[in-house]
């Protein structure tokens, strides 16, 4: 058998030498590297003391800290809300900054609000309603946006500044020196908007007996973020890519009618002085029931509170550490229920707050919802460090602050729901209550890269959502993201790319990265390695501004796995997978020199009869010729080696194959992906290997295994389970399926 082996190995350096001799003669000009397997390293940033090649925060690592004490009051009557805030600057970083900038988040609403004139419009219809016409044509803008009253330095004195659109500069007496820290104060108000007419984040809504559900939030002038990777973060705000915010503590006032009830971002500090004694005492019980919801304000009460309307009103007083931002919601409309959760010990509040036009919904599902995603999002990151957790119903709204967050859910007027809501009203509650995670506390640049808390999030917030139901329609799959990744190139953007110029906002920021991640965990990676991989990403970087690089870099540096191909070909193009079977043979066994033996012997000028009764041969079964297939151990020159073999040697071996299946791959789509293999044999019996992607590292095109087995194939499958977002399954089975799956494909097909 030693000869045997001697002869392979001849054959393979033979065929070797001859093979680079034709390649010299056909050799052309020298390329850059293409290779889809080759590294980052001049796409990431170079490493430093700041960010590390680890991807870990460096030991010269910085971040500035912005604290605030605010006085907030709303006038209900004209839907105003002014404030004052004192601001304390700690500049951390190793540089002198001569100005800050504060955002203005609601000058993109404003009357001189260049959003409106960076759209393309067209007369869409040749018609319109009288009140559309009106709207679009004859009503003046409305007075939104912030009314700087004034700006002043600690000791009195005005302080200048300048207004950009969203962004203002505030000019320093002199600059501000490394580690020192610097105290002013501004004072405002503005006009809150109808965030059901009028659009927004935030806002109010209008009920037709005159009552409103007040969720406010981006209410108040905040410092931008200052850091060593942007420098100062000021790029406008168009409305869609959201908010680069420093971490800081908080002291909030709140002054509302005092029928409102209020909850907010922080710790209420003075709980005896806004909350009747029954609230407090159903309150107390809450804090200790882990298994059902307690009613603070029940609907009756909440019913009999929105029929009248007081003239007096009542102060919140909030108090919150650590946090990056601030909002609240307040209404005379609310019922309010909440619930204990243990994380890890430690007791944490989901606390949910809806006007009866949420109900049955809300009440069944709401405020178990975020129980669970504080569950989930912890056992996959750290364990939730704030004390609280609140869901706040509101029409047409999903948006997320420390916290607390605004969502969308709304039964029909008679207490029906479709599954289609209640799935919506599930997923946004996960979705928002997930931001906790990503970005209040692993502080994103929001702004820069949308897939950084959004993509991140809804990848949690799959597995969230499967433990609520295990049936549930997240819409997050790598399947879910083929229709997406199939369109005219035109419309496609790379998920690495700033979220104010992309077409696809919602797939590119949301459900591309999802599905990468998800794929990356389930197929590429496997769970044990991603999950920890993912825990030091979340933990490395809690309270601090990670970048993308500290992201891609961590999940390698933790795990001890190249993925450089996965995040080129994912996140920096647009390219799709396509993963097809071009060709399947089968071989049978024979002791006898087939054809293409002898081609290959004539070939190398070797004569066969040196070698008669010590080789097997393999010969291709084809269409319409006969081949005498024997089993492997009825050949004499196998069944020799083996009887040569010690006890232990035969106690090693499996059992034999008797069917080979040469199986060539292709891959007319641009990225590459593990082969996902699914062998159904005669007996209906299925076996499912997988191949990493690194097999298509030498060959981008076409790559080959060969598959042996004890019995025949009835049927091979490429990625069964839609694991790997291919575009085109019409040809991933053998026998090639008779339909017309293929023709459906091409009516959608990448153009361009």
């Known amino acids: 058998m030693k000869k045997l082996a001697m002869t392979a190995f001849s054959f393979l350096f033979i065929s070797m030498s001859i093979i680079g001799q034709e390649a010299q003669k056909n050799s052309k000009t020298g390329h850059t590297d293409q290779n889809k397997f080759r590294q980052l390293k001049d796409v990431l940033p170079t490493p430093n003391s700041r960010r590390t090649a680890s991807g870990a925060p460096g030991y010269e690592y910085t971040q ?73 044509n004859l009503k003046k803008p409305s007075d939104f946006g912030f009314k700087i009253e004034e700006v002043k330095n600690n000791d009195g004195s005005s302080l200048p500044y300048m207004i950009n659109r969203t962004m203002m500069r505030i000019n320093l007496p002199e600059p501000l020196a490394p580690g020192n820290s610097f105290q002013f ?45 942007e420098g100062w973060q000021n790029m406008q705000f168009w409305g869609r890519s959201e908010w680069a915010l420093e971490f800081g503590d908080y002291d909030v006032r709140i002054t509302v009618p005092s029928d409102h009830i209020l909850d907010a971002t922080g710790e209420l500090q003075n709980e005896n002085k806004v909350l009747t004694r029954e ?55 609310y019922i309010w229920d909440a619930m204990a959760v243990n994380i890890n010990g430690k007791t944490v509040m989901a606390i949910s707050l809806y006007p009866k036009e949420g109900n049955p919904l809300w009440e069944e599902h709401s405020t178990r919802v975020v129980a669970n995603t504080l569950e989930e999002y912890s056992k996959m990151t750290f364990d939730y460090p704030y004390s609280k957790a609140i869901s706040v119903h509101a029409d047409r709204q999903g948006m997320e602050y420390p916290m607390i967050c605004f969502n969308y859910g709304r039964p029909n007027p008679d207490g029906t729901y479709s599954e289609r809501t209640k799935r919506g009203m599930i997923g946004v509650i996960t979705h928002e209550v997930g931001h906790n995670f990503f970005p209040m506390i692993v502080n994103s640049d929001e702004r820069q890269w949308t897939w950084m808390d959004e993509g991140i999030n809804s990848f949690v917030e799959i597995l969230a959502e499967l433990d609520y139901d295990p049936n549930f329609y997240t819409g997050n799959l790598p399947k879910d993201i083929v229709r997406y990744m199939s369109i005219d190139q035109n419309n496609l953007s790379p998920i690495m790319s700033q979220g104010d110029y992309v077409k696809n906002f919602g797939p590119n920021a949301y459900t591309k990265p999802a599905a990468g991640l998800y794929m990356l965990r389930q197929t590429i990676m496997g769970p044990e390695l991603f999950d920890y991989a993912f825990r030091t990403y979340s933990q490395r970087w809690m309270f601090k501004h990670p970048s993308p690089a500290d992201f891609f870099r961590t999940m390698e540096d933790a795990s001890a796995m190249d993925l450089d191909w996965f995040w080129r070909g994912w996140f920096y193009t647009t390219d799709y997978n396509d993963i097809g079977l071009k060709d399947v043979k089968k071989y049978n066994l024979t002791d006898q020199p087939t054809q293409e033996a002898r081609n290959l012997a004539k070939r190398y000028n070797m004569n066969l009869k040196d070698y008669k009764g010590k080789l097997v041969f393999f010969e291709e079964e084809k269409e319409g010729v006969s081949v005498e297939a024997k089993n492997a151990l009825d050949i004499d020159v196998i069944k020799d080696y083996m009887a040569s073999m010690s006890e232990e040697e035969k106690n090693s071996l499996k059992e034999a194959p008797n069917f080979f299946y040469e199986v060539t791959f292709e891959k007319p789509g641009g990225l590459v992906m593990p082969i996902i293999v699914e062998l159904e044999y005669v007996d209906g019996t299925k076996e499912r290997q997988t191949f990493p992607a690194q097999i298509w590292r030498y060959n981008d095109k076409e790559v080959s295994k060969v598959f042996r087995t004890t019995q025949e194939i009835k049927k091979i499958t490429i990625d069964p389970d839609l694991e790997t977002a291919d575009i085109d399954t019409s040809n991933n089975s053998w026998p090639k399926k008779d339909n017309s799956k293929f023709d459906k494909f091409k009516k959608f097909k990448i153009k361009g």
């Not at 393309?120 to 009288?130: A, N, Q, V």
């Not at 405002?188 to 005159?210: A, C, H, M, Q, T």
């Open 279 to 333: 609230q407090r005492k159903r309150f107390e019980k809450a804090r200790t029931s882990f298994e059902e919801p307690i009613f603070i304000v029940t609907q009756d009460e909440a019913e009999k509170a929105e029929k009248g309307s007081s003239n007096q009103t009542k102060t919140w007083h909030f108090n919150a550490k650590n946090v990056r931002d601030f909002a609240f919601a307040s209404s005379r409309k």
């Open 185 to 229: 104060k501004i004072k405002w108000n503005y006009l809150i908007n109808n965030s059901v007419k009028d659009g927004g984040r935030s806002g109010f809504e209008l009920f037709p007996d005159g009552n409103k559900n007040y969720t406010i939030a981006q209410f108040f002038p905040r410092l931008a973020v200052y850091d060593n990777v």
């Open 64 to 136: 500035q800290k912005v604290d605030y004490v605010m006085n907030i009051r709303i006038d209900e009557n004209t839907n105003r809300l002014f404030g004052d805030e004192s601001i304390t600057y700690k500049n951390n970083s190793k540089d002198y900054l001569e100005y800050l900038w504060v955002q203005l988040d609601q000058n993109m609403r404003a009357p001189d609000s260049k959003t409106p004139l960076a759209t393309s419009e067209t007369l869409s219809s040749s018609f319109e309603r009288p009140e559309t016409f009106t709207k679009n």
